[in-house]
């Protein structure tokens, strides 16, 4: 079965600081991928990024990138020059490749808190 | 830019009766979920639905639970008898196979509210 596990229930960063969000995993299968989303207080489910197993290069969005550590199984999300809306809960996720249906295994999430 | 829409955005329901969450996908895309997410935990898989019929199920989405795609458009999840601990914010969410990334697109949520 798959686990993904967040260690930092919250955190705390200033405005325009870099700011790196633990994710690591736990899985058996050779081919996966794994999702960062972002959840603000208004609750909805905001895709952020996207990391396939076999990607060779790290992937990045903007001033998001994933710092993928296949050997170490982490898949930390990195934040730069943080925005007083990046204030949310950001959850990592996995695809589960078995099946056709691809379903998400979420994290508890961390709760990320931009102050000025 | 193409959004999945869900509604209601809350639900207010008494234990025991039956309540339908809509959702409208992406058009363009095959694949459709529902998750759910009790207050203040993780997100979790309820189940998936493709070409009509379901994909896969979790542990949660016992005989209370239905899903159906009753036209082109519309994917509804029915819970037929509520219970409290069916309290919970029900995420549906869409993925277009032709992509390579996978990437699932969630919809703002409906809140139920059992009571």
């Not at chain 1, 489910?45 to 993928?68: C, H, K, P, V, W």
């Not at chain 2, 209601?8 to 895309?29: A, D, F, W, Y």
Request: overall charge negative; hydrophobic content about 30%.
């Amino acid at each position: 079965a798959q686990k993904i596990t967040q260690t930092q229930p919250g955190m705390f960063v200033q405005e325009k600081e870099a700011v790196t969000l633990d994710c690591t995993y736990d899985t058996s299968d050779q081919s996966y991928g794994l999702f960062w989303y972002k959840q603000p207080s208004s609750g909805e489910m905001i895709f952020l990024i996207y990391q396939g197993s076999y990607d060779e290069q790290n992937a990045t969005e903007g001033r998001y990138s994933l710092n993928f550590q296949k050997a170490r199984k982490s898949a930390n999300l990195v934040i730069s020059a943080s925005q007083l809306g990046d204030s949310a809960m950001y959850f990592c996720a996995m695809r589960d490749f078995t099946g056709t249906a691809s379903k998400l295994t979420f994290g508890t999430g961390t709760r990320l808190q931009v102050t000025l | 830019e193409p959004e999945v829409t869900q509604t209601p955005s809350h639900q207010v329901t008494q234990m025991g009766q039956e309540v339908i969450l809509r959702c409208v996908p992406i058009s363009n895309h095959l694949y459709f979920y529902w998750y759910r997410q009790i207050l203040g935990q993780k997100v979790e898989f309820l189940v998936s639905f493709y070409n009509n019929e379901i994909s896969e199920k979790s542990e949660i989405f016992d005989d209370q639970f239905s899903v159906e795609r009753p036209d082109g458009s519309n994917f509804t999840l029915k819970i037929r008898s509520t219970k409290l601990e069916d309290s919970a914010m029900y995420f549906c969410a869409s993925r277009d196979p032709g992509t390579g990334q996978y990437e699932q697109y969630f919809g703002p949520g409906t809140r139920l509210t059992v009571t």
